[in-house]
């Protein structure tokens, strides 16, 4: 069922897509991980909103990271095809090609500092940052040293409570309303979402950053549409008592001829747990309308939407905004994708890109002027992906029969390593992913290199060149760097309150039942233990070869 | 934060440097135009074998400022980052130590034991990272999969140091132990590059 859903997406939007005049951010193709309980029917009745929002209140009282302004910049060259290709490139799926236009987005005048004018009201926005932090967040501050000194005891930090916040009821309503002029809300002529809406955007503006983007937005006269809508594939299930669904949460496109961004929201939001809508959608609609909906209305205008689309950072500067607003929130990520940014930033995008096929083809500034080598270079990573999977999987199988082994010839009673096959049956279905996945990525590069040796690929490629020299990448780069430093910094200041699944999750979190069940610690130490004493048998005798 | 990963095969040429031969000439002069290139910016602090077979990499974080080279093969990865220099993600080892980088989701890091490195004594620490979270579109699983990384933190003069890690991106370990054995003898080669040893403080 993956593997069809998979090549229709490789396939479809060649054909069904080109009568779409948008560009798309998302693509279904990742695994669902974790085995749902129970799949529920699309038609669970829409529970009670919560009337009011109940999380926690944010960080600090500024925005961390100041949104990089833009002046009025040329468009780009369009491109004189027509009938691009769009199979060959996932990311830019559905797309036709960009109407003509030599119209730069109309700045107010107050909107136009320069890059030295935005860092210098950065720097005093740190510094009151800093002061909240020493009259508010010591408590938290002194958790985070105490943290650090606490090491060597193994000690670990849950993280303090959420720290004051001077709200400003009326001047976020202020905010909300002038977003409101410029953002249409698609509520399907629904009142209940209609008034989800506009509880998610509110919500979404107690973030002091997510102001500080939105004003921008704003002062940029920017307009996008907002909305919920189903996704296809995305399913309802109920895990431990909780309603989650699969999927994809939100997107966006650019609307070339409306000339607005469109942002869509999941609409199992409405269905699922009440906590994902309040905890996990402010977040994503920061991610899509303040982070794409934003540059999208800069760059679409100037013909670089498809550009902006391809970029590798486009996706890293709205992400960070996202976790940025998440963590304000409640001082907690409900993307474990943060984490993983955060423990290595520059390894990060490597890392997504041969995990995800969209992710292969994005381009940095530099390999935008010359995209085939950059591709070759990736198709011999993929390749080489492909057989690391299988050498893994291949590797990890490899334990079955050293279970078995102790169960048919030590005794061991086959439930105590029901834990141990229950991960490994998961990690199994890992790896074949990993396998599809890979196999996905080279046929994705494979196309997108067969693309750009065409006729189309070669205007194609002169195209990303011009939108590579843009200065509004430059600033969207810039942009990306200072939310990944505000990101790092917040959680330095404000130790994380550390969610439940983190607890379970951590290598040495207790098992539920360890005098039943071997953990992998135990299971090693009998499989060397074992060897040990095969070696002292006769030789004929002995399981296991040196 | 430096994006840029060389092209492969520029960076397996670089990676010379990390052999205590000397660095092909043609290639770091080409490429070591402004910035210095990660994988020597690493070797100019410190001298280690790297694994025999393992695929390198370098890049940098913090614009620059700290710069990494990595080891992978498989799901095992060795990782050497250094830190402390101007505009570094982490200025000391505590900071390090109470970062992002050294949490699990959060938590701090549990001791996994001792360790010698270039005749200093460190503290061996143990975290877990999530793994196979997969687009970013989709939400991340309640409970995610997790890998296990151990990591320890070597000072050196002027303020720098370096930490080393292994991470293994699967909850379930090498039945044959080749990572880690990796990881031993990386750690046993492990020389500052130059200088005198800083006393553990």
Known sequence: MRRHLLAALLVLPGSAGAQVARVTLETPLTPVTGAPNAILPATVSMPALPSAFTLNAPLSASALVTPVPVSAAAAVTPLATKTFKPAAFSAMAGIKRFVPTSAAPAIRPDATRTVIESLRLHGAESSQVAAFKGEAGSVAAERNFLSAAGLDEGGGTTGGEPLAQNDDGARRADLRDRLLKRVTLADNGKPEEREALIRVLEHMLVSPTAQSFAESFIADNLSAVIGFQDMPGSLLYDQDGIKRFSGTRGLTGWNREKGLAEVYLNRNYLQADASLFNEDLPAILAHELLGHGRWYGRMGPLNLAEGYATHEIHEQQARGLGWIVDYELDRKFADGGAWQYLQDPGNYLSTIRMQIPVYATMLSSAEMGDPLKAYQSRLALAAESVSRAERNLTNHRSWYSVIDYFIAKRGVKAERFATLRAEMAQMDEVYKQRIEVAQSVTATLQNAIKFLQSADGAQYEAYLKQVAAHPYMDLMIQESDQLGAALQQIVKDFPPIVAESAANASPDAPKSDPSAHISWAEFMKMYEQDRVDDRKRPRFLRHWTD | ?201
């Open chain 2, 1 to 201: 934060m430096s994006r840029a990963c060389r092209a492969f095969p520029t960076v397996l040429a670089l990676f010379g440097a990390f052999s205590f031969l000397a660095l092909s000439a043609p290639a770091a002069a080409k490429e070591a135009v402004k910035m210095p290139i990660p994988a020597q910016a690493v070797a100019a602090l410190v001298k280690f074998s790297p694994p025999k077979g393992w695929s390198p990499r370098d890049y940098s974080n913090a614009a620059g400022a700290d710069p990494v080279a990595s080891f992978e093969n498989g799901e095992d990865r060795i990782v050497a980052r250094a830190f402390g220099a101007p505009g570094s993600d982490y200025k000391t080892p505590a900071d390090f130590l109470a970062g992002p980088a050294a949490l699990t989701m959060g938590m701090a890091p549990t001791v996994a034991g001792k360790v010698v490195v270039a005749g200093q004594t460190l503290t061996l620490y143990k975290r877990g990272f999530p793994i196979n979270l997969g687009d970013p579109h989709v939400a991340s699983p309640p409970k995610p999969m997790m890998g296990v990384e151990k990591f320890c933190v070597l000072p050196l003069a002027k303020g720098r140091f370096v930490a080393f890690s292994y991470a293994r991106s699967s909850p379930i370990p090498d039945l044959e132990k080749t990572g880690e054995k990796a990881w031993e003898s990386f750690l046993n080669s492990i020389k500052p590059a130059g200088g005198k040893k800083k006393k553990k403080t």
